[in-house]
């Protein structure tokens, strides 16, 4: 691995931990310490999703235009202003703009390392080193162990820090971030960074709305991935609501949420060589979906058996499908489009397959009231539909059509 890749995966690594040092305790603290409604959690929790997954594609763009390493020293120091500010906020208007900048240095922070850490998988892969899919896995690795460590840093800090344990773990999250932007400022070496740091074209809002809705191959792919990520939330929506039906108690939710991640940290190297041993880009996306549509069909057809062990499949399963279909994704979308725009495009598969699930969400969540093992076919048939929608890619990257 390159010190510039080892750089990109511990940042995502440190990302995470921040990340999740605070936010799963965010709902508590402003209903419980703020006294805050219900209505008004609800909205702030909203706005930190949209202002950070729905503004994804501008942080993309602005990587595209400036490079992604100061893209990602302005995301962290607006992070490090954010989790200091969201520390001290009381009122509502205060937490409010204190949760929206939190979100918003995530829509220029992950853009800008996502995209180049597909850039240097593929200089890697060039250079004759393991395929890019390798690079790529590693890279989800580092996400998802953050993804563990974190909530468990968050436990201990609210559980030894008594009335200012959440402050204490916002100011926790803020010196992780500013730890990340001395590291981006210290260690890249001369010449590395990615992007070409200088306009590459009219990159203005409607320039880049034609680039990627013209691109029909991306848009493809993005309905390919929407799907797998409407599937992924399920682990979130339809298993909480399957164990509290089937068990009585989601006491294993928990159990099972570590599972996913110890899977993704152990069985992405070990799923990776065997994809690329035998199959494609495309070919590991359209197993990964093979796979998560089984594990909804797992889930159907143990239910007689007990909740959990339906729990256990589906949970085992899902995450087997995501090892495969995550990397050959990202591996895939160089070969889909001008790498001039590979900022703008990897912003954009976020924020458009994100406003797919969200508009998803409530048809999933009223076809689970159904009960019984329909509604998990159904969703399971959805992985199937989207097998058509993966695009083939050539092997040089281009606008695509």
């Not at 799907?227 to 399957?242: G, H, I, K, S, W």
């Not at 797992?298 to 085992?316: K, M, Q």
């Amino acid at each position: 691995m390159t010190p510039l890749g080892r750089l990109l995966i511990g940042s995502q690594f440190a990302f995470n931990v921040g990340f999740f040092a605070v936010l799963p305790y965010l709902a508590e603290h402003l209903a419980g310490t703020l006294g805050l409604s219900g209505a008004v959690v609800g909205l702030v929790l909203g706005l930190r999703t949209f202002s950070q997954q729905g503004l994804f594609v501008v942080g993309g763009m602005l990587t595209d235009r400036y490079g992604p390493r100061p893209v990602v020293l302005v995301g962290c120091a607006l992070r490090v202003a954010g989790f200091c500010w969201l520390a001290e906020a009381t009122g509502v208007g205060t937490v409010i703009g204190a949760v929206s900048l939190v979100g918003f240095a995530a829509a220029l922070f992950s853009p800008a390392v996502e995209s180049e850490i597909t850039r240097e998988a593929l200089r890697i892969e060039h250079a004759g080193g393991p395929r890019r899919t390798r690079t790529l896995a590693r890279f989800s690795v580092g996400g998802q162990a953050g993804a563990l460590i974190g909530p468990a840093v968050g436990s201990l800090l609210l559980a030894w820090g008594g009335d200012s344990a959440f402050r204490s773990a916002c100011f926790t999250g803020a010196a992780v971030f500013l730890l990340v932007l001395v590291a981006h400022t210290v260690l890249p070496p001369p010449g590395k960074g990615g992007g070409t740091g200088t306009p590459s074209g009219d990159e203005g809002g409607p320039a880049a709305a034609r680039l990627v809705l013209g691109n029909r191959r991306f848009l493809r792919l993005v309905a390919a991935y929407a799907v797998y990520l409407l599937a992924y939330n399920q682990l979130y929506l339809a298993l909480p609501a399957e164990l509290e039906r089937t068990t009585g108690s989601q006491a294993v939710l928990g159990w099972l949420f570590a599972l996913s991640a110890a899977l993704v940290v152990c069985g992405s190297g070990p799923v990776e060589r065997l994809a690329a041993a035998r199959l494609d880009h495309r070919g590991a996306a359209r197993t990964g979906l093979l796979v998560i549509a089984g594990a909804f069909l797992a889930a159907a057809l143990l239910r007689p058996l007990g909740g959990v062990w339906a729990a256990l499949a589906f949970t085992v399963l899902l995450t087997l499908g995501q090892l495969l279909i995550l990397p050959a994704t990202r591996a895939m979308l160089p070969d889909l489009v001008d790498h001039r725009h590979l900022g703008l495009f990897t912003g954009a598969l976020s924020s458009l397959s994100g406003l797919a699930v969200l508009a998803a969400g409530a048809p999933a969540g009223a076809l689970l009231d159904l009960g019984g093992p329909l509604p998990w076919l159904l969703l399971g048939a959805l992985p199937l539909l989207a097998l058509g929608s993966v695009p083939a890619t050539g092997p040089k990257g281009g606008a695509g059509g």
